[in-house]
């Protein structure tokens, strides 16, 4: 039997079985909708057991598939499903997160040396990406302009998605491809450094970019999913912060972060660590 205000013709009957079980936990836990929350506290913080989310939801289609849309519930269990069903993006990209941890640590870090090496010698980050990758392009390049999280000078970086008299002009008079590597070509010195973001790794523009920075003498770090082909175009030295995972929204996610622990680096050695009152 279909769960309650779910299509019975769009799934299987074991996937509805599956629905039916998760709209059924979601109701009673502390979690659901309009529930009191009993769950104990952690620093101010419920603690959340995703467990029996994880379990389920990942195999049920009719929860978790692209085809879940609001139109498909009605009545009452519409708070408590799509209640479910957001926190599991939480759980999941709660445990990305952790899990990539050790594997993104370590390259960060290299990004940040090649980055307050490039700084402290005069030179400048310039950054490009296209579609989301374009818009923390230009977050980065703002954090680092102005500032981050404390009070110091200007950092040199310019984001090469903003201008949009040039990108037009470029991909109007020659193509798209080359809307970041001409500007490479023109506002790139020896000793700069290209950060190179795709969550394809395959963008062909960002590529065109990164083979005139290194034709140039800039350094380059890439910032890519877990596919693509960007991290082969990299020359010994230069570095790939690679996300550990193939699902467009996790790897974004994860780019947010990167960025924000960039800048934090770049400021934290520049800077030396606060003082301890």
Known sequence: M???GLKPSRYTESENAVAAEIAETAESTPHGAGQENTAPQRSGAAAV????????????????GPSF?????????????????????????ARIHTAAAPAMSGPIADGVALMVESLRSGGKILACGNGGSAADAQHFAAELINRFEVERPP?????????????????????????????????????????AISTSG????????????????????????KRGEMGALLPPGDVHIEVPHVVTARIQELHLLAIHCLCDGIDWVMMGPPAVP
């Open 69 to 93: 849309r609001r139109d498909h519930l009605v009545g009452t269990d519409v708070a408590s499903q799509l209640g479910a069903r957001i926190r599991g993006h939480f759980c999941e990209s």
């Open 155 to 195: 950092r040199a970086a310019i984001a090469l998605t903003t201008d949009s008299s040039t990108l037009t002009s470029i991909a109007n008079d020659y193509s798209y491809e080359l809307v970041f590597e001409k500007q490479v070509r023109a506002l790139g010195r020896a000793g700069d450094v290209l950060l």
């Open 49 to 64: 057991d995703c467990s029996w989310f994880e379990a389920k939801l990942r195999w049920c289609p009719a929860l978790a």
């Open 2 to 4: 279909a769960p309650r």
């Open 202 to 225: 395959n963008s062909a523009n960002v590529m065109a970019a990164m083979r005139a920075a290194t034709e140039l003498g800039l350094r380059i770090v890439a910032l890519t999913g």
